[in-house]
């Protein structure tokens, strides 16, 4: 668990799901870990998707801006 906290802090989010069964808190740790990779993965495509729209639609404005 430690191991995975410390690649997620340094950005690297490619790791595999610790996937750990269990009550004890070594197991929630493990899967509140998995949780918020995930989450951090999704945030990170939403932004990349965002991104991309804000490229096109400044695109979009100066080729208008060009015409006026």
């Known amino acids: 668990v ?5 690649r997620v ?7 595999p ?6 009550t004890d808190e ?6 509140s870990t998995d949780a918020m990779s995930q989450a ?3 945030m990170v495509s939403d ?3 965002s991104a991309t729209q804000v ?4 695109t979009e404005i100066a080729a208008s801006a060009e015409e006026i």
């Open 17 to 22: 799901a610790l996937a750990m069964k269990g």
């Open 40 to 42: 951090i993965r999704k």
């Open 55 to 58: 490229s096109a639609a400044s």
């Open 47 to 49: 932004i990349q998707a």
């Open 9 to 15: 802090a340094e950005g690297d989010l490619s790791g």
């Open 2 to 6: 430690s191991a995975a906290l410390a």
């Open 26 to 31: 070594i197991a929630s740790l493990s899967n």
